[in-house]
């Protein structure tokens, strides 16, 4: 490389949304610290976040708990920003791009700190959709039973419309299937102007992000939509059984990626493997097994039923016998 050689400019700063209190939990403890895997939820979207942008672009968004939130995320060297009060979704993106400054770059992700199933080629394909006079694209999905999301209205152009939160929606809209993630790809300065003219005039008295799509929309600027393939990518956890939820997709996922990679696993439905856990190929494992803490398993290894592995490394041909428990 020539002395010269620099690196490419980022384009993309990334929004971690994290400042919610997470009444349903029921619980102290804020919401995006509850533990999926091992490790708090928001720690998930950061692992994302750091795939699409460096930490020194990668804004998390804190409120309630703030302190112990700054905490969880500080050794990921993002940043942080504090939303007190909390004024709603349009405002805390308006507190991250204060603090990202004048200097940020030209696309903003905005993802929610609750929300930990999203794939990288999801987000590529979102961001994708910026291109020309398409400020503006959002995740959305066709749901059988849209519940409570918001509604996505589209035009006559096939281009998003408004999106109408479910509290605030008449049947008619109510009776709409396609719903919104709650996932943003924006060009920075027109967001940046809808930002500033958003308003408190619906069912939370919040500033609503959603109605930015309707004020780039006003503009004659255009907002795209990716559908989903897999709805499941947009879980997001709201409650002690969203988390339950959650975390049997999580390990459903891996558990086939194991598979497909060269692993037998006896019975997927009662194994359990956290994401940074690694297995090699011809390994086989007994139903029950637990894998935890960044363990390695070697090529061809035995783990017997019902055993935990907790940040160990399982050497290769090894037979760990059933209702094993292994810890540093």
Request: glycine fraction near 10%; include cysteine.
């Amino acid at each position: 490389m020539s002395s010269d050689a620099r690196d490419p400019v980022p384009t993309r700063a990334v929004v971690i949304l994290a400042a919610g209190l997470g009444t349903r939990m029921r619980s102290s403890r804020p919401k995006v610290l509850h533990e999926l895997a091992g490790r708090p939820l928001v720690d998930h979207v950061v692992d994302l976040a750091l795939q699409l942008a460096p930490p020194d672009l990668v804004v998390t968004v804190v409120g309630h708990g703030a302190d112990q939130v700054v905490a969880a995320v500080a050794p990921r060297r993002v940043l942080t920003a504090l939303q007190e009060p909390q004024l709603g979704t349009g405002d805390a993106l308006r507190v991250a791009l204060a603090r990202l400054g004048e200097g940020a770059p030209d696309e903003v992700l905005v993802l929610s700190g609750d929300v930990p199933l999203l794939r990288l080629a999801t987000l590529t394909a979102l961001t994708g959709r910026l291109a020309g006079d398409t400020v503006a694209a959002i995740l959305t999905a066709r749901l059988d039973r849209p519940s409570a999301y918001g509604r996505v209205i589209r035009g006559a152009d096939g281009c998003v419309d408004a999106v109408v939160e479910a509290r605030d929606a008449d049947p008619a809209t109510l009776a709409l299937p396609e719903v919104n993630a709650g996932v943003y790809a924006f060009r920075r300065e027109p967001l940046r102007r809808a930002l500033g003219r958003l308003g408190t005039d619906n069912a939370q008295g919040e500033y609503y992000l959603t109605d930015v799509v309707g004020l780039l929309r006003a503009d004659g600027l255009r907002v795209a939509a990716q559908v989903l393939d897999d709805s499941a990518e947009m879980q997001g956890v709201n409650s002690r059984a969203d988390l339950a939820a959650v975390a049997g997709l999580l390990n459903q996922r891996l558990v086939a990626e194991l598979m497909a990679s060269g692993v037998t696993v006896l019975d997927p439905a009662t194994t359990w493997v956290e994401p940074h856990c690694r297995v090699a190929a011809d390994v086989v494992l007994e139903a029950g097994v637990h894998l935890r803490g960044g363990c390695r398993v070697g090529a061809g290894a035995r783990v017997g039923a019902h055993s935990v592995l907790d940040g160990v490394e399982v050497a290769e041909g090894a037979v760990v016998p059933p209702l094993t428990h292994l810890r540093p």
